[in-house]
């Protein structure tokens, strides 16, 4: 018993999470009542002529031991082209019908066909049910006292009749009225009242049954097409379509359209093999974009091209004349290959392949069922839809585990991109500090060379001395407060807080006033309101001290005249204005791209960033426009 959770240990890993869990819990259920064991039904006979890949059958239940309990039910097909033949005198002339031959496909012109019942010697007597299929009887021998009641059920039809042993016939003729199918599929069968409403409700739960699988593998597409409509990832694309022609396959397979004479899908067997090589095909091509095999199978990519292009012409020939894929079994093998894909894509440490190939490994084996019809004493229903429920299952923990992966992919690539961004700016940063510091440092040169002077001259005393050093503390004061400016733009805060935009916009200025100064660019600072915000204070500087210092670089680049940036706060707004022509359309139009620039030595992820910050995380909007002298950012919270 510790085998199989070892197993599982190995194959989906050791952190079973909640999640897994309940999935897990509703595969059980999902297929719980569809592997219990099948019923054997005893009180019937039955005789049936059915056509399966172009050969036809004659089936008769009676020659088992099992009909009606040991009673001998044996019914005759005949048929004649004598028409003077009638249900009147049927019973003298039945010696000389001819035989139907295995072949009888019910649909000869000027010739009657008849069925003949003989319910035996010691058939009970009681309520019966004769249920029949692609022919309707017109005359009958049924006595006017046996009670016949015709009636039909989901395109099956039947009638009840009443027997009394030793005085009802025992033989009885049935004139039939053919019914033209694809595929000719004559059933007759008589069962008791008992057996015929167990059958119905057995029916009646095992519909519910195909109904909840088949709801399950629907949905389990529906939700795979929204994934790749919100993350344009192609192998979802592919999954959702295969589980929609699985679902069709699997609905045409439930014989909801079987007895439909009027129906385009009633036994249309090339409409069966459409549907079949398509869930193949899309299974293929979701097999090789899920597990990259170009990229880490290359062998078995161009292995798998050459399945597709053999699917692709088997579907193209199933129009015409038949699928040589299913007609001789070829289906089920060539899963194996995307079995051995997925083996291979685990065994390099990929690991939605676990989910993948536990899905395939139990879709193939339902397929296998399926095609050489195994298993069928086993399960209440077609293993297929078992095999296919638990695989939408698998196949989706598989897909869910990849979006994991890429989002965090995406969470590596973005917290990359800001350390970039931020190594971007640091040299900016103590270009600022440098200026800031140059002014302070000469400051107190001049501090140092006073003290020298006096006391060379005798002047120096105490009030002198504490004055001088009251000033040398000062521009210490004033280094102080700019490392701790920069240390603080750096040391990312997590949680919100209240800054006023105003404030938070002057300490930014200050970082780059000198800078400013340095290349001889004036700045306006117009304030029109403020408020208080609660959100990022630092991010917010970061990306201030960006778009001021891209203002910087394009003024300085373009050689503008009488540069100038202007600032212009507003209620829950600030706005960064440049007079250095604007931006070029073509440029506008990929401004926030990451890596683009136009700057030489630039990462091109500045802008970017800027507005990652802004949206995702400030949840403000920042947008660019040109006016009449240079390009103006907003900031709207």
Not at 91 to 114: L, R
Not at 493 to 499: A, G, I, R, T
Not at 522 to 545: C, F, M, R
Request: aromatic share 14%.
């Amino acid at each position: 018993m510790r085998i199989l959770p070892h197993f599982l240990l190995i194959l989906f890993g050791y952190s079973f999470t909640m999640k897994k869990i309940i999935l897990f819990t509703i595969t059980i259920i999902s297929t719980f009542f569809s592997l219990l064991p099948a019923e054997e039904v005893e009180d019937f006979a039955m005789v049936s002529i059915y056509q399966m890949r172009g050969d036809h059958f004659v089936y008769e239940s009676n020659r088992s031991n099992t009909t009606f309990k040991d009673i001998n039910v044996s019914f005759g097909l005949l048929k004649s082209n004598d028409k003077s033949i009638t249900i009147e005198n049927i019973k003298s002339h039945d010696t000389a019908f001819s035989p139907i031959p295995k072949t009888e496909t019910f649909q000869e012109t000027n010739t009657t066909y008849w069925l003949k019942v003989d319910l035996g010697t010691s058939f009970p007597s009681g309520r019966f049910v004769y249920s029949y299929a692609d022919a309707d009887f017109s005359d009958h021998t049924i006595l006017p006292e046996q009670k016949l009641e015709k009636f039909v059920i989901e395109g099956m039809q039947h009638m009840k009749f009443t027997y009394t042993q030793g005085s009802s016939p025992q033989v009885y003729y049935f004139k039939l009225v053919p019914k033209h199918y694809r595929i000719p599929f004559k059933l007759m069968y008589v069962s008791t009242f008992d057996t015929f409403y167990a059958y119905i409700s057995k029916n009646a739960h095992i519909q519910l049954i195909l109904g909840l699988l088949l709801g399950l593998i629907l949905m389990a597409g529906i939700y795979n097409a929204a994934m790749y409509y919100y993350n344009k990832d192609i192998s979802f694309l592919y999954y959702a379509l295969m589980q929609l022609f699985m679902s069709l396959l699997l609905y045409n397979l439930s014989g909801a359209n079987l007895w439909n004479e009027g129906s385009f899908f009633c036994r249309n067997i090339t409409y069966e093999y459409v549907i079949s090589l398509s869930t193949a095909l899309f299974a293929t091509l979701f097999t090789i974009y899920f597990l990259e095999l170009k990229t880490h199978l290359p062998k078995l990519y161009k292995l798998a091209q050459v399945v597709l292009l053999c699917i692709s012409l088997d579907m193209i020939l199933s129009l015409f004349y038949k699928s040589l894929i299913i007609e001789y079994y070829i289906l089920p093998f060539l899963m194996l290959l995307l079995i051995y894909a997925g083996y291979k894509r685990m065994r390099q440490g990929y690991k939605p392949a676990r989910f993948y190939l536990a899905g395939w490994v139990v879709l193939t084996l339902s397929v296998f069922l399926n095609m050489f019809r195994l298993g069928y004493s086993f399960f209440i229903i077609d293993p297929l839809y078992i095999g296919a429920a638990v695989e939408a299952i698998l196949f989706s923990l598989a897909l869910s585990y990849k979006i994991r992966m890429v989002a965090k992919a995406k969470e590596e690539q973005k917290e990359l991109l800001v350390h970039q961004s931020k190594l971007a700016s640091m040299g900016e940063m103590i270009g600022n500090i440098a200026h800031q510091w140059r002014q302070p440092l000469t400051h107190l040169s001049y501090i140092l060379m006073n003290i020298q002077e006096a006391y060379k001259h005798g002047e120096l005393d105490t009030e002198y001395l504490d004055k001088k050093t009251h000033e040398a503390n000062t521009q210490i004061n004033f280094m102080s407060d700019t490392i701790d400016d920069f240390k603080d733009f750096y040391l990312p805060k997590k949680e919100k807080e209240d800054f006023s935009l105003l404030t938070a916009t002057k300490e930014t200025l200050e970082i780059m006033k000198n800078t400013f100064e340095h290349n001889g660019i004036k700045v306006a600072l117009i304030i029109k309101g403020d408020s208080t915000l609660h959100n990022y204070k630092n991010e917010y500087k970061q990306v201030l001290l960006n778009l001021l210092s891209n203002a910087k670089d394009v003024l300085v680049e373009r050689g503008t005249k009488s540069p100038k940036v202007t600032i212009i706060i507003e209620e829950y707004s600030i706005s960064i204005e440049d007079n250095a022509g604007g931006i070029k359309e073509d440029v506008l139009e990929r401004i926030y791209e990451p890596y683009f620039t136009t700057k030489v030595g630039n990462s091109g992820i500045g802008l970017y960033m800027s507005k990652m910050i802004v949206e995702r995380n400030m949840h403000a909007k920042l947008k660019i426009l040109n006016l009449k002298n240079g390009a103006c950012f907003r900031i709207i919270f």
